[in-house]
Protein backbone atom coordinates (compact mmCIF):
# COMPACT_ATOMS: atom_id res chain seq x y z
CA UNK A 1 0.00 0.00 0.00
CA UNK A 2 1.33 3.33 -0.95
CA UNK A 3 0.25 6.99 0.38
CA UNK A 4 -1.71 8.66 -2.45
CA UNK A 5 -0.56 12.60 -1.91
CA UNK A 6 -3.28 14.33 -4.01
CA UNK A 7 -6.15 16.74 -3.72
CA UNK A 8 -6.37 19.82 -1.57
CA UNK A 9 -6.97 20.23 1.93
CA UNK A 10 -10.42 19.36 2.62
CA UNK A 11 -12.43 22.37 3.99
CA UNK A 12 -13.47 20.66 6.68
CA UNK A 13 -9.96 20.48 8.30
CA UNK A 14 -10.09 24.21 9.19
CA UNK A 15 -13.31 23.91 10.77
CA UNK A 16 -13.26 25.15 13.60
CA UNK A 17 -11.85 23.24 16.45
CA UNK A 18 -11.02 20.46 14.11
CA UNK A 19 -8.79 18.55 15.63
CA UNK A 20 -9.36 20.06 19.35
CA UNK A 21 -8.73 18.05 22.00
CA UNK A 22 -10.32 19.81 24.49
CA UNK A 23 -13.64 17.85 23.35
CA UNK A 24 -15.17 16.37 26.18
CA UNK A 25 -14.52 12.40 26.22
CA UNK A 26 -17.97 12.06 27.61
CA UNK A 27 -19.82 14.65 26.23
CA UNK A 28 -18.16 13.27 22.60
CA UNK A 29 -19.47 9.29 23.77
CA UNK A 30 -22.93 10.62 25.02
CA UNK A 31 -23.91 12.54 21.39
CA UNK A 32 -22.50 9.00 19.71
CA UNK A 33 -24.41 6.72 21.45
CA UNK A 34 -27.80 9.23 21.53
CA UNK A 35 -27.86 9.31 18.11
CA UNK A 36 -26.95 5.46 17.67
CA UNK A 37 -29.90 4.82 19.85
CA UNK A 38 -32.23 6.83 18.07
CA UNK A 39 -31.71 5.58 14.69
CA UNK A 40 -31.85 2.70 15.92
CA UNK A 41 -35.11 3.11 17.98
CA UNK A 42 -36.52 5.12 14.75
CA UNK A 43 -35.47 2.04 12.18
CA UNK A 44 -37.42 -0.82 14.27
CA UNK A 45 -40.34 1.06 16.09
CA UNK A 46 -41.65 0.38 12.79
CA UNK A 47 -41.90 -3.64 13.36
CA UNK A 48 -43.63 -2.84 16.67
CA UNK A 49 -46.37 -1.30 14.56
CA UNK A 50 -46.34 -3.18 12.13
CA UNK A 51 -49.90 -4.18 12.51
CA UNK A 52 -51.06 -0.77 12.51
CA UNK A 53 -49.07 -0.07 9.81
CA UNK A 54 -50.64 -3.15 7.82
CA UNK A 55 -54.16 -2.10 8.38
CA UNK A 56 -53.95 1.74 8.07
CA UNK A 57 -51.84 1.53 4.56
CA UNK A 58 -53.17 -0.86 2.36
CA UNK A 59 -57.10 -1.77 0.85
CA UNK A 60 -59.36 -2.45 3.48
CA UNK A 61 -60.54 -5.61 1.21
CA UNK A 62 -56.64 -6.75 2.08
CA UNK A 63 -56.47 -9.49 4.40
CA UNK A 64 -54.92 -8.86 7.12
CA UNK A 65 -51.97 -12.16 6.42
CA UNK A 66 -51.40 -10.76 3.06
CA UNK A 67 -51.44 -6.55 5.07
CA UNK A 68 -48.77 -8.10 7.57
CA UNK A 69 -46.59 -9.84 4.68
CA UNK A 70 -46.48 -6.47 2.58
CA UNK A 71 -45.55 -4.37 5.84
CA UNK A 72 -42.49 -6.97 6.66
CA UNK A 73 -41.59 -6.49 3.18
CA UNK A 74 -41.50 -2.61 3.19
CA UNK A 75 -39.51 -3.10 6.86
CA UNK A 76 -37.13 -5.77 5.05
CA UNK A 77 -36.85 -2.90 2.42
CA UNK A 78 -34.62 -1.05 4.51
CA UNK A 79 -32.44 -3.26 4.91
CA UNK A 80 -31.56 -4.41 1.00
CA UNK A 81 -30.85 -0.13 0.62
CA UNK A 82 -28.44 0.07 3.33
CA UNK A 83 -25.24 -1.13 1.51
CA UNK A 84 -26.21 1.60 -1.16
CA UNK A 85 -26.89 4.19 1.82
CA UNK A 86 -23.82 3.24 3.49
CA UNK A 87 -21.25 3.17 0.35
CA UNK A 88 -22.63 6.57 -0.49
CA UNK A 89 -22.38 8.19 2.44
CA UNK A 90 -19.10 6.48 3.58
CA UNK A 91 -17.34 7.55 0.19
CA UNK A 92 -18.36 11.17 1.07
CA UNK A 93 -16.86 10.15 4.85
CA UNK A 94 -13.61 9.07 3.08
CA UNK A 95 -12.94 11.93 0.75
CA UNK A 96 -14.53 14.87 2.51
CA UNK A 97 -14.75 14.37 6.26
CA UNK A 98 -16.34 11.93 8.80
CA UNK A 99 -18.31 14.83 10.54
CA UNK A 100 -20.72 16.22 8.08
CA UNK A 101 -21.27 12.52 6.58
CA UNK A 102 -22.13 12.26 10.41
CA UNK A 103 -24.50 15.00 10.71
CA UNK A 104 -26.36 14.23 7.34
CA UNK A 105 -26.85 10.06 8.55
CA UNK A 106 -29.00 11.23 11.36
CA UNK A 107 -30.75 14.18 9.80
CA UNK A 108 -31.96 12.08 6.92
CA UNK A 109 -33.42 9.25 9.38
CA UNK A 110 -35.24 11.99 11.71
CA UNK A 111 -36.76 13.63 8.59
CA UNK A 112 -38.09 10.50 7.49
CA UNK A 113 -39.51 9.12 10.63
CA UNK A 114 -41.16 12.59 11.15
CA UNK A 115 -42.65 11.85 7.46
CA UNK A 116 -43.70 8.77 8.87
CA UNK A 117 -45.64 10.23 11.51
CA UNK A 118 -47.64 13.07 9.16
CA UNK A 119 -48.05 10.73 6.27
CA UNK A 120 -51.89 10.27 5.09
CA UNK A 121 -53.52 6.65 5.23
CA UNK A 122 -54.73 4.65 2.25
CA UNK A 123 -57.76 5.69 3.27
CA UNK A 124 -57.03 9.31 2.56
CA UNK A 125 -54.69 9.53 -0.83
CA UNK A 126 -55.02 5.72 -1.62
CA UNK A 127 -52.14 4.07 -3.08
CA UNK A 128 -49.34 6.95 -2.93
CA UNK A 129 -49.47 6.33 0.80
CA UNK A 130 -47.81 2.66 0.34
CA UNK A 131 -45.63 4.09 -2.31
CA UNK A 132 -44.78 7.21 -0.01
CA UNK A 133 -44.32 5.09 2.98
CA UNK A 134 -41.75 2.83 1.14
CA UNK A 135 -40.02 5.90 -0.35
CA UNK A 136 -39.06 6.94 3.55
CA UNK A 137 -38.82 3.94 4.69
CA UNK A 138 -35.66 3.40 2.08
CA UNK A 139 -34.17 7.17 3.45
CA UNK A 140 -34.35 5.21 7.09
CA UNK A 141 -32.55 2.29 5.42
CA UNK A 142 -30.11 4.39 3.33
CA UNK A 143 -29.64 6.56 6.84
CA UNK A 144 -28.81 3.81 9.22
CA UNK A 145 -26.45 2.17 6.53
CA UNK A 146 -24.26 5.16 7.25
CA UNK A 147 -24.96 5.89 10.89
CA UNK A 148 -23.65 2.88 12.69
CA UNK A 149 -20.11 2.50 10.51
CA UNK A 150 -19.85 6.39 10.69
CA UNK A 151 -20.18 6.26 14.59
CA UNK A 152 -17.86 3.24 14.41
CA UNK A 153 -15.37 5.29 12.13
CA UNK A 154 -16.09 8.54 13.91
CA UNK A 155 -15.14 7.63 17.61
CA UNK A 156 -12.12 5.68 16.91
CA UNK A 157 -10.76 8.03 15.43
CA UNK A 158 -11.06 10.47 18.56
CA UNK A 159 -10.46 8.02 21.41
CA UNK A 160 -6.88 7.50 22.41
CA UNK A 161 -6.47 3.25 21.46
CA UNK A 162 -6.49 1.98 24.99
CA UNK A 163 -10.33 3.29 25.06
CA UNK A 164 -11.57 2.11 21.54
CA UNK A 165 -12.72 -1.03 22.04
CA UNK A 166 -14.93 0.83 25.19
CA UNK A 167 -15.78 3.37 22.64
CA UNK A 168 -17.31 0.75 20.14
CA UNK A 169 -18.99 -0.86 22.73
CA UNK A 170 -20.78 2.20 24.14
CA UNK A 171 -22.04 2.84 20.55
CA UNK A 172 -23.29 -0.81 20.27
CA UNK A 173 -24.63 -0.18 23.39
CA UNK A 174 -27.16 2.45 21.99
CA UNK A 175 -28.57 -0.80 19.86
CA UNK A 176 -29.86 -2.35 23.34
CA UNK A 177 -30.95 1.77 24.35
CA UNK A 178 -32.93 2.16 21.31
CA UNK A 179 -34.70 -1.51 21.70
CA UNK A 180 -35.39 -0.80 25.37
CA UNK A 181 -36.78 2.46 24.45
CA UNK A 182 -38.86 1.26 21.31
CA UNK A 183 -40.49 -1.21 23.50
CA UNK A 184 -41.39 1.13 26.83
CA UNK A 185 -42.69 3.42 24.39
CA UNK A 186 -44.79 0.93 22.21
CA UNK A 187 -46.06 -0.87 25.78
CA UNK A 188 -46.97 2.64 27.54
CA UNK A 189 -49.29 3.40 24.32
CA UNK A 190 -50.51 0.65 24.48
CA UNK A 191 -51.46 0.97 27.84
CA UNK A 192 -52.77 4.21 27.91
CA UNK A 193 -54.92 3.86 24.66
CA UNK A 194 -57.64 1.71 23.36
CA UNK A 195 -57.28 0.03 20.34
CA UNK A 196 -59.40 2.55 18.22
CA UNK A 197 -57.47 5.30 19.63
CA UNK A 198 -54.14 3.50 18.63
CA UNK A 199 -55.57 2.81 14.98
CA UNK A 200 -56.74 6.69 15.08
CA UNK A 201 -53.31 8.67 15.98
CA UNK A 202 -51.67 6.59 18.60
CA UNK A 203 -49.36 4.82 16.03
CA UNK A 204 -47.64 8.19 15.16
CA UNK A 205 -46.75 8.88 18.65
CA UNK A 206 -43.50 7.07 18.51
CA UNK A 207 -42.55 8.01 15.55
CA UNK A 208 -43.18 12.20 16.59
CA UNK A 209 -41.14 11.08 19.72
CA UNK A 210 -38.19 9.69 17.80
CA UNK A 211 -37.99 12.39 15.08
CA UNK A 212 -38.32 15.37 17.53
CA UNK A 213 -35.95 13.64 19.76
CA UNK A 214 -33.40 13.33 16.45
CA UNK A 215 -33.75 17.05 15.60
CA UNK A 216 -32.56 17.46 19.29
CA UNK A 217 -29.79 15.30 18.68
CA UNK A 218 -28.76 16.81 15.25
CA UNK A 219 -28.67 20.13 16.85
CA UNK A 220 -26.07 18.73 19.37
CA UNK A 221 -24.06 17.47 16.56
CA UNK A 222 -23.12 20.37 15.23
CA UNK A 223 -21.23 21.08 18.06
CA UNK A 224 -18.70 18.16 17.33
CA UNK A 225 -15.62 18.45 15.86
CA UNK A 226 -13.79 16.54 12.56
CA UNK A 227 -11.70 13.61 13.74
CA UNK A 228 -8.51 14.91 14.64
CA UNK A 229 -6.98 11.38 12.54
CA UNK A 230 -9.25 13.35 8.90
CA UNK A 231 -8.25 16.48 9.85
CA UNK A 232 -4.58 15.79 9.66
CA UNK A 233 -5.11 13.32 6.44
CA UNK A 234 -6.47 16.68 4.79
CA UNK A 235 -3.84 18.94 6.02
CA UNK A 236 -1.25 16.53 4.59
CA UNK A 237 -2.77 16.16 1.45
CA UNK A 238 -2.71 12.16 2.44
CA UNK A 239 -6.43 11.66 1.30
CA UNK A 240 -7.13 8.73 -1.21
CA UNK A 241 -6.53 10.01 -4.40
CA UNK A 242 -9.22 7.02 -6.23
CA UNK A 243 -12.97 5.51 -5.16
CA UNK A 244 -12.38 4.22 -2.06
CA UNK A 245 -14.68 1.52 -2.45
CA UNK A 246 -12.37 0.26 -5.29
CA UNK A 247 -9.37 0.27 -2.77
CA UNK A 248 -11.18 -1.06 -0.26
CA UNK A 249 -11.74 -4.24 -2.68
CA UNK A 250 -8.76 -4.32 -4.31
CA UNK A 251 -6.64 -4.77 -1.36
CA UNK A 252 -8.26 -5.38 1.27
CA UNK A 253 -10.17 -8.76 0.08
CA UNK A 254 -9.73 -10.74 3.58
CA UNK A 255 -10.50 -7.95 6.00
CA UNK A 256 -14.20 -7.64 4.35
CA UNK A 257 -15.08 -11.15 4.88
CA UNK A 258 -13.54 -11.41 8.21
CA UNK A 259 -16.12 -8.37 8.64
CA UNK A 260 -18.96 -9.83 6.71
CA UNK A 261 -18.83 -13.14 9.08
CA UNK A 262 -18.26 -11.36 12.20
CA UNK A 263 -21.10 -8.68 11.41
CA UNK A 264 -23.31 -12.00 10.73
CA UNK A 265 -22.99 -12.50 14.38
CA UNK A 266 -23.86 -9.09 15.17
CA UNK A 267 -26.71 -9.14 13.26
CA UNK A 268 -28.08 -12.64 14.64
CA UNK A 269 -28.02 -11.52 17.82
CA UNK A 270 -30.00 -8.39 16.99
CA UNK A 271 -32.39 -9.73 14.84
CA UNK A 272 -33.35 -12.92 16.48
CA UNK A 273 -32.12 -12.74 19.95
CA UNK A 274 -34.10 -9.59 19.98
CA UNK A 275 -36.37 -8.67 17.32
CA UNK A 276 -37.49 -12.03 16.32
CA UNK A 277 -37.86 -14.05 20.31
CA UNK A 278 -40.47 -11.96 21.53
CA UNK A 279 -43.15 -13.73 18.96
CA UNK A 280 -41.24 -16.83 20.06
CA UNK A 281 -41.93 -16.92 23.28
CA UNK A 282 -45.64 -16.18 22.34
CA UNK A 283 -46.17 -18.78 20.22
CA UNK A 284 -43.55 -21.47 20.97
CA UNK A 285 -43.34 -21.06 25.02
CA UNK A 286 -46.99 -19.42 25.65
CA UNK A 287 -45.77 -16.27 27.65
CA UNK A 288 -48.26 -13.59 27.29
CA UNK A 289 -47.66 -10.45 25.45
CA UNK A 290 -46.78 -8.80 28.98
CA UNK A 291 -44.46 -11.43 29.98
CA UNK A 292 -42.51 -11.59 26.55
CA UNK A 293 -42.15 -8.05 26.51
CA UNK A 294 -40.70 -7.84 30.34
CA UNK A 295 -37.93 -10.68 28.52
CA UNK A 296 -37.01 -8.81 26.07
CA UNK A 297 -36.23 -5.48 28.50
CA UNK A 298 -34.07 -7.47 30.29
CA UNK A 299 -32.64 -8.89 27.34
CA UNK A 300 -31.97 -5.56 26.18
CA UNK A 301 -30.86 -4.53 29.32
CA UNK A 302 -28.11 -6.85 29.50
CA UNK A 303 -27.45 -6.34 25.77
CA UNK A 304 -26.27 -2.91 26.93
CA UNK A 305 -24.17 -4.10 30.04
CA UNK A 306 -22.46 -6.79 28.14
CA UNK A 307 -21.56 -4.31 25.55
CA UNK A 308 -19.73 -1.61 27.58
CA UNK A 309 -18.30 -4.80 29.71
CA UNK A 310 -16.84 -6.62 26.26
CA UNK A 311 -15.79 -2.90 24.71
CA UNK A 312 -13.99 -2.78 28.15
CA UNK A 313 -12.00 -6.24 27.55
CA UNK A 314 -11.55 -6.05 24.50
CA UNK A 315 -8.97 -3.07 24.93
CA UNK A 316 -7.75 -5.24 27.39
CA UNK A 317 -7.13 -8.31 25.88
CA UNK A 318 -7.18 -7.58 22.04
CA UNK A 319 -8.43 -9.52 19.67
CA UNK A 320 -6.57 -13.10 19.46
CA UNK A 321 -9.09 -14.59 21.67
CA UNK A 322 -12.20 -12.96 22.39
CA UNK A 323 -14.14 -14.71 19.76
CA UNK A 324 -13.13 -17.71 21.07
CA UNK A 325 -15.06 -16.80 23.96
CA UNK A 326 -17.10 -14.98 22.60
CA UNK A 327 -18.88 -17.95 20.33
CA UNK A 328 -18.69 -20.29 23.05
CA UNK A 329 -20.52 -18.09 25.10
CA UNK A 330 -23.13 -17.49 22.57
CA UNK A 331 -23.60 -21.70 21.87
CA UNK A 332 -24.35 -21.95 25.74
CA UNK A 333 -26.48 -19.25 25.88
CA UNK A 334 -28.56 -19.83 22.96
CA UNK A 335 -28.44 -23.41 24.09
CA UNK A 336 -29.84 -22.71 27.52
CA UNK A 337 -32.40 -19.96 26.71
CA UNK A 338 -34.02 -21.59 23.87
CA UNK A 339 -34.20 -24.95 25.31
CA UNK A 340 -35.59 -23.97 29.20
CA UNK A 341 -37.03 -20.66 28.74
CA UNK A 342 -40.81 -22.70 28.41
CA UNK A 343 -40.11 -24.27 32.05
CA UNK A 344 -40.58 -21.22 33.71
CA UNK A 345 -41.11 -17.62 33.07
CA UNK A 346 -38.63 -16.49 35.76
CA UNK A 347 -36.14 -18.76 34.00
CA UNK A 348 -36.99 -17.23 30.40
CA UNK A 349 -36.03 -13.95 32.38
CA UNK A 350 -33.00 -14.95 33.73
CA UNK A 351 -31.77 -17.16 31.18
CA UNK A 352 -32.73 -14.01 28.68
CA UNK A 353 -30.39 -11.58 30.97
CA UNK A 354 -27.50 -14.18 30.12
CA UNK A 355 -28.10 -14.25 26.44
CA UNK A 356 -27.97 -10.49 26.79
CA UNK A 357 -24.98 -10.64 27.61
CA UNK A 358 -23.69 -13.02 25.02
CA UNK A 359 -24.99 -11.00 22.50
CA UNK A 360 -23.16 -8.31 24.10
CA UNK A 361 -19.98 -9.29 23.13
CA UNK A 362 -20.30 -8.43 19.83
CA UNK A 363 -18.97 -5.24 20.94
CA UNK A 364 -15.86 -6.79 19.89
CA UNK A 365 -17.27 -6.30 16.05
CA UNK A 366 -16.84 -3.01 15.64
CA UNK A 367 -13.13 -2.57 17.55
CA UNK A 368 -12.38 -5.71 14.48
CA UNK A 369 -13.72 -3.72 11.78
CA UNK A 370 -12.04 -0.74 12.49
CA UNK A 371 -8.35 -1.73 13.08
CA UNK A 372 -8.85 -4.00 9.29
CA UNK A 373 -8.94 -1.09 7.29
CA UNK A 374 -6.33 1.92 6.93
CA UNK A 375 -7.95 5.21 7.84
CA UNK A 376 -8.14 6.65 4.35
CA UNK A 377 -10.56 4.23 3.30
CA UNK A 378 -11.85 3.10 6.72
CA UNK A 379 -15.51 4.20 6.92
CA UNK A 380 -15.73 2.75 3.14
CA UNK A 381 -14.19 -0.76 4.24
CA UNK A 382 -16.36 -0.82 7.34
CA UNK A 383 -19.47 0.27 5.69
CA UNK A 384 -19.57 -2.08 2.91
CA UNK A 385 -18.84 -4.89 4.77
CA UNK A 386 -21.47 -4.27 7.44
CA UNK A 387 -24.26 -3.44 5.52
CA UNK A 388 -23.62 -6.25 2.65
CA UNK A 389 -23.65 -8.57 5.51
CA UNK A 390 -26.62 -7.25 7.35
CA UNK A 391 -28.56 -6.83 4.37
CA UNK A 392 -28.57 -10.10 3.58
CA UNK A 393 -28.47 -11.79 6.65
CA UNK A 394 -30.18 -9.45 8.32
CA UNK A 395 -32.92 -9.14 5.82
CA UNK A 396 -32.88 -12.92 4.78
CA UNK A 397 -32.74 -14.51 8.32
CA UNK A 398 -36.60 -13.68 9.60
CA UNK A 399 -37.80 -15.21 6.53
CA UNK A 400 -36.14 -18.46 6.05
CA UNK A 401 -36.19 -19.27 10.22
CA UNK A 402 -39.93 -18.44 9.76
CA UNK A 403 -40.09 -20.63 6.73
CA UNK A 404 -37.69 -23.93 9.35
CA UNK A 405 -40.27 -23.40 11.74
CA UNK A 406 -43.33 -25.65 10.76
CA UNK A 407 -40.81 -28.24 9.81
CA UNK A 408 -38.93 -28.25 13.19
CA UNK A 409 -39.72 -25.94 16.40
CA UNK A 410 -36.23 -25.33 17.26
CA UNK A 411 -34.92 -24.18 14.07
CA UNK A 412 -33.88 -20.64 15.41
CA UNK A 413 -31.72 -22.45 17.79
CA UNK A 414 -29.98 -24.49 15.25
CA UNK A 415 -29.50 -21.12 13.37
CA UNK A 416 -27.87 -19.53 15.98
CA UNK A 417 -25.51 -22.88 16.86
CA UNK A 418 -24.14 -22.50 13.20
CA UNK A 419 -23.42 -18.90 13.72
CA UNK A 420 -21.86 -19.17 16.77
CA UNK A 421 -19.83 -22.00 15.17
CA UNK A 422 -18.65 -19.28 12.65
CA UNK A 423 -17.93 -16.71 15.53
CA UNK A 424 -15.61 -19.32 16.89
CA UNK A 425 -13.86 -20.50 13.56
CA UNK A 426 -13.52 -16.60 12.82
CA UNK A 427 -11.56 -16.33 16.35
CA UNK A 428 -9.49 -19.59 15.76
CA UNK A 429 -8.37 -17.71 12.55
CA UNK A 430 -7.84 -13.90 13.51
CA UNK A 431 -5.80 -15.85 16.75
CA UNK A 432 -3.22 -16.95 14.09
CA UNK A 433 -3.57 -13.80 11.53
CA UNK A 434 -4.17 -11.14 14.26
CA UNK A 435 -1.41 -8.96 12.50
CA UNK A 436 -3.15 -8.70 9.39
CA UNK A 437 -6.29 -6.81 11.27
CA UNK A 438 -4.04 -4.35 12.82
CA UNK A 439 -4.13 -1.26 11.58
CA UNK A 440 -3.16 2.07 13.41
CA UNK A 441 -6.21 3.55 15.30
CA UNK A 442 -6.74 5.94 17.72
CA UNK A 443 -6.37 9.62 18.05
CA UNK A 444 -2.66 8.64 18.26
CA UNK A 445 -3.26 7.43 14.66
CA UNK A 446 -2.84 11.23 13.46
CA UNK A 447 0.67 11.07 14.19
CA UNK A 448 1.12 8.45 11.03
CA UNK A 449 -0.16 10.96 8.75
CA UNK A 450 2.06 13.53 9.73
CA UNK A 451 4.63 15.93 7.85
CA UNK A 452 7.04 12.98 8.33
CA UNK A 453 4.93 9.83 7.26
CA UNK A 454 6.16 6.73 5.16
CA UNK A 455 4.34 3.85 4.23
CA UNK A 456 5.69 1.79 6.73
CA UNK A 457 3.86 4.04 9.77
CA UNK A 458 0.31 3.03 8.19
CA UNK A 459 1.00 -0.42 8.02
CA UNK A 460 -1.26 -2.92 10.52
CA UNK A 461 0.74 -3.42 13.30
CA UNK A 462 2.73 -0.15 13.75
CA UNK A 463 0.06 2.02 16.52
Not at 132 to 144: E, K, N, S, T
Not at 245 to 250: N, P, S
Not at 363 to 369: K, R, T, W, Y
Request: aromatic share 12%; hydrophobic share 55%; proline share 5%.
Amino acid sequence: MSIQLSGTPSAIAGDRGASDPTVPTVRLLALVVLGGTLEFYDFIIFIFLAPEIGRLFFPDQTTTWAAMVQTYGIFGLGYLVRPLGGIILAHFGDLFGRRWTFLFSILLMCLATIGIALLPTYQTIGVAAPILLVILRLMQGAAIGGEVPGAWTFISEHLPLRRVGLGCGMICSGFGFGILLGTSINAAIDALLSADAMMDFGWRIPFLIGGVFGLIAVYLRIWLRETPVFAEMARQRMLVSELPLKVVLRNHKPAVIVAILLTWYLSAGIVVTTLMTPTFLRVLYGYTAQQALAATSIGAIFVIIGTVCSGALIDKIGTKSFFLYAGLMFAVATTAFYSLAGVSVLLGFALNALLGLAVGMNAGVPFVMVRSFPARIRFSGVSFSYNLSYAFFGGLTPVAITSLLPFNSMAHLYFLLIIALITFAVGIYLRKTAHRFDYPVGIEEQNAYGPDATERSVQPGIA
